[in-house]
């Protein structure tokens, strides 16, 4: 007799789709197998379990520049995320930028007590000092925090190039994961100059202000870097298929680079953007959406796993706020117009109908992209992104035949509008389990503030380097190795 039963639903796992009843007791799985009891028992006849979400690039509740506001909490952005079937998160702590981490990732760690679902965080580092980098950032991945966020873009954000080397340097011998925006920080100040002068300040023209060609040059350079130090990392939001070629060609000399793309890129294009007015700046996000014809090339690099993560990016910014998109009032430059849109809680139903629907991709796949490989990449796995005995319950019922049409309204993010209003999606979460207790059912949150737990991570194999340094030189066990040096 098990705490908990779900019984006679089909489960899906990354690797594997198979009748069973799942016992759950003490929040972990314990059992998979037919007809077993429980002294709860939640019925799944016709219906897919599925693991919790894990959704690895999550904005909320961030101190911003230039006083822009998360229109999301922790607490709302998560309440979000478990109504759409996703259990875990990795948001950012963010370094001040003439700052320590010291100043404020323990706020963050005060912050994150209310949040809904399980959650990590990633530090966001913006100021590679010295201390920084010897002292502060070696001693935070000890305590768990396996995970740094870089920028190559941004007036607030850009590292240059040596800074981005040493940060990987660190990374690499301390064993963390960098996480890299990816664009070209002159491209966007140059283009950003010629349109001012030629009078475009729609909102609209952001699609050119960001090209893909700078997402290319930047993938391409990060990559390399990647290479020479022997570095795994991850590439955020890709949106362009050139830019996912350069992966590709990374992966295929050696290189630890990995590719994440976030929804937006899969539902949405630059023909969003083409709307009358200040109304156009919902769409407004970095990287920018490109043409459809690039949308659907997405797709063959996410089969082929060179893109194996599909994340959110939730950037939850008001669209009628003056502490949101209108900060900078209706006409503001383009390169001023904040950056970001919602999407924590419609993630998984876009992944569905966008690709497992149409016959894009497999419901295995579908789990993978969605749950399993972030997991994997972040170090929370087996617990997370799996259904296996030993695993936490993270559990999703989910509908696969249900269809349904986006409205703000329905939605439980605290964002004044969503970018997906009015699109009709198949495929969504009926209800979700966080370590076995149920905090969603049929579009109303069940759960409760503070339910979630940080995830401290330890060093896991993931991470472990090839062992390969293309210039001829070991930079940490300071050996050359050279052919014609010996």
């Known amino acids: 007799m098990h705490d908990l039963v779900i019984r006679n639903g089909t489960v899906v796992t990354a690797a594997d789709i198979f009748a069973a009843d799942i016992g759950v007791d003490g929040g972990i799985v314990t059992a998979l197998a037919p007809r077993l009891s429980g002294r709860t028992e939640i019925e799944a006849r016709g219906r897919l379990v599925i693991p919790g979400g894990v959704d690895s690039h999550c904005h909320a509740e961030q101190r911003m520049s230039g006083g822009v506001v998360n229109a999301d909490d922790l607490f709302t952005a998560t309440r979000s995320a478990a109504c759409g079937g996703t259990t875990t998160v990795i948001c950012f702590a963010l370094q001040p930028r003439e700052g320590r981490f010291a100043d404020i990732v323990p706020e963050y760690a005060q912050r994150a007590t209310r949040c809904a ?135 295929r000399r050696g290189a630890r680079v990995h590719g994440e793309t976030c929804v937006q890129y899969l539902a949405l294009s630059a023909a969003d953007l083409n709307r009358p007015g200040f109304e156009a700046a919902k769409w407004v996000f970095g990287p920018a959406p490109r043409g459809s014809a690039d949308r659907h090339a997405l797709w063959d690099y996410l089969k082929r796993g060179v893109l194996d993560v599909v994340t959110s990016d939730h950037a939850p910014v008001n669209f009628d706020a003056a502490d949101g998109k209108k900060r900078w009032g209706e ?124 995830l401290p991570r330890a060093a896991y194999d993931w991470l472990r380097p090839a062992g390969r340094f293309p210039s001829g030189y070991d930079p940490f066990g300071q050996r050359v190795t050279h052919p014609d040096l010996q």
């Open 117 to 251: 679902v399980d959650y990590a965080f990633h530090l966001w580092l913006r100021n590679p000092s010295e201390q920084v980098l010897a002292e502060e950032l070696p001693a935070l991945i000890a305590a768990g925090h396996r995970s740094v966020k870089v920028f190559m873009t941004g007036k607030a954000n850009w590292l240059d190039d040596l800074a981005l080397l040493r940060v990987l340097a660190v990374a690499r011998e301390h064993g963390a994961l960098v996480t890299v925006h990816a664009e070209n920080w002159g491209i966007h100040q140059f283009m950003a100059e010629r349109l001012a002068a030629g009078g475009f300040r729609h909102p609209k023209f952001h699609a050119v202000l960001k090209p893909a060609i700078g997402e290319r040059e930047a993938v391409h350079r990060i990559a390399s870097f990647a290479e020479l130090l022997d570095t795994p990392i991850q590439v955020f939001h890709v949106s362009a298929p050139e830019a996912a070629a350069e992966i590709e060609a990374a992966q």
């Open 331 to 454: 006409d503001a430059p383009l390169d001023q117009i904040p950056n970001g849109i919602p999407g924590v809680e419609t993630r998984l139903s876009i992944l569905w109908s966008e690709g497992v629907a149409p016959g894009r991709i497999t419901p295995c796949e579908f789990v993978a992209l969605s749950s399993t490989n972030a997991a994997r990449t972040f170090g929370l796995y087996p617990r997370k992104g799996t259904i296996a005995i030993g695993s936490d319950a993270d559990l999703v019922v989910w509908d696969p035949g249900r269809t349904d049409r986006v409205t703000n309204a329905a939605l439980h993010h605290a964002v004044d509008y969503t970018p997906y209003e009015g699109m009709v999606l198949t495929g969504w979460a009926e209800t979700t389990l966080l370590r076995g207790e149920v905090v969603h059912h049929k579009g109303r949150y069940l759960g409760r503030e503070g339910q979630g737990q940080w």
